[in-house]
């Protein structure tokens, strides 16, 4: 069975800090390119993060990049997304996601208007709301 567990998301001031994790089972890790989504009510669900281990590369959405951090573990059962500075604007619901990897251009497509309908398989997704 294939599973994405996400760990607790959590109620942050603006300015500080917190990691995610995403534990995944069920299907190989080298498989699938594996990231991050977040939704605002309201709002379409957007990719904001991806790492592809067979490509060896991480990715990033414009407005997260040099304050997110993707990374996964050496087990390679479990990707991590560690924010930082965040700002009350980054309060959503994260979702932990993986979809079919395609080779070494796979991350750079994780941000377009398609790129939910080509994720295999979501997390249960976790709220993380940082106040101002």
């Known amino acids: 069975e294939v599973q994405l567990v996400e760990s607790r998301g959590g109620l942050v001031q603006a300015g500080g800090s917190l990691r995610l994790s995403c534990a995944v089972s069920?299907?190989?890790?080298?498989?699938?390119?594996i990231g991050w989504f977040r939704q605002v009510p309201g709002k379409e669900r957007e990719g904001i993060s991806c790492?592809?281990?067979?490509?060896?590369?991480?990715s990033y959405k414009d407005s997260m990049q040099g304050r997110f951090t993707i990374s996964s573990d050496n087990a390679k059962t479990t990707v991590y997304l560690q924010m930082n500075s965040l700002k009350p604007e980054d309060t959503a619901v994260y979702y932990c996601?993986?979809?079919?990897?395609?080779?070494?251009?796979?991350?750079?497509?994780?941000?377009?208007?398609?790129?939910?309908?080509?994720?295999?398989?979501w997390g249960q997704g976790t709220q993380v709301t940082v106040s101002s």
């Open positions: 790492i592809s281990s067979s490509a060896g590369t991480t």
């Open positions: 996601a993986a979809q079919w990897d395609l080779g070494p251009k796979t991350c750079n497509y994780w941000y377009d208007s398609l790129s939910v309908g080509r994720v295999s398989y």
């Open positions: 069920g299907f190989s890790f080298e498989d699938y390119a």
